[in-house]
């Protein structure tokens, strides 16, 4: 993020004030790409620092624990769970410096007015979802967090039958249900190429 904050502020002063401005940070990719993993890193980055850090997920994501995010490589952070995004307005503590939320895409419009809300206070909110369905659509609110943010991060992850960079996350069972929270292998990571906007067969490798 320094880097980036850097590059982007070429010649301006490269740090931003806690005291003063607040900003967006999103991460964004399919399903293994790491995301929850990236957002944890920061979040520890910012705690080593000493900054007042609180985390939020939404409640319909216990798939691992109820009280952490958990990345699928088992990176572990505490949180708080929440039903909707007006629930962080509310539990965030004026002191706090830093805000993460998981699993963004589960929420409803209101989370980019709440993230708005939050910069502007001088919190840096730093937000991880999937910006796609398994039918390939934008997941709001993702598509308007990633406008209004001031940085973005798309994570990726390795197309399962190709090995190229997967921008998808391909369902292998049959459901029209947008949000079905997946157990191991009822998604897998693919490429532009190798993924198809509906069920498909998983990949098998022969091993
Ligand atoms: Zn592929």
Not at 89 to 116: S, Y
Request: hydrophobic share 35%; net charge negative; charged share 25%.
């Amino acid at each position: 993020m320094d880097e980036l904050i850097a590059q982007a502020n070429d010649g301006e002063p490269t740090h931003h004030s806690r005291l003063t401005t607040g900003w967006i940070e999103v991460i964004a990719g399919s399903m293994f790409s790491g995301k929850s993993e990236e957002l944890i890193r920061r979040l520890r980055r910012a705690k080593i620092a000493r900054q007042k850090v609180q985390v939020f997920k939404p409640e319909i994501d216990s798939r691992f624990s109820h009280d952490h995010i958990v990345s699928h490589s088992e990176m572990r952070h505490e949180s708080a769970n929440i039903r909707s995004a007006s629930e962080v307005l509310a539990k965030v503590d004026p002191d706090t410096e830093v805000v993460g939320i998981d699993e963004g895409q589960f929420f409803d419009n209101a989370l980019v007015d709440v993230a708005t809300q939050l910069a502007r206070r001088g919190v840096r909110v730093i937000i991880a979802g999937l910006d796609q369905d398994y039918t390939g659509k934008p997941w709001e609110p993702m598509p308007q967090l990633l406008a209004v943010a001031e940085y973005i991060t798309k994570t990726h992850a390795i197309c399962m039958k190709c090995g190229q960079p997967a921008n998808y996350s391909q369902r292998t069972f049959e459901s029209e249900e947008r949000v079905a929270v997946g157990a191991g292998g009822m998604y897998e990571a693919r490429c532009r190429r190798c993924f198809v906007p509906h069920a498909d067969a998983p990949t098998v490798h022969p091993d």
